[in-house]
């Protein structure tokens, strides 16, 4: 694809990358949840509340 080797730092940031993605994978459902539960507790502000910040 670059056609040439990949530098060793740019390997650890790809290696980094994949373990952040991995990380994100694993927590899907907790995450879901809890933005679940987050998202059902917030309050409905009408257009004229949240432009006048009341």
């Not at 940031?13 to 952040?20: G, L, P």
């Not at 927590?27 to 998202?39: F, I, Q, T, V, W």
């Not at 059902?40 to 509340?49: M, V």
């Amino acid at each position: 694809m670059l056609g040439r080797p990949l530098h060793l730092e740019e390997m650890t940031y790809i290696t980094e990358v994949i373990r952040r993605l991995k990380a994100l994978l694993l927590l899907g459902e907790k995450l879901d949840a809890n933005y679940r539960a987050a998202s059902s507790n917030t309050l409905a502000l009408s257009a004229e509340n949240a432009a006048t910040g009341r």
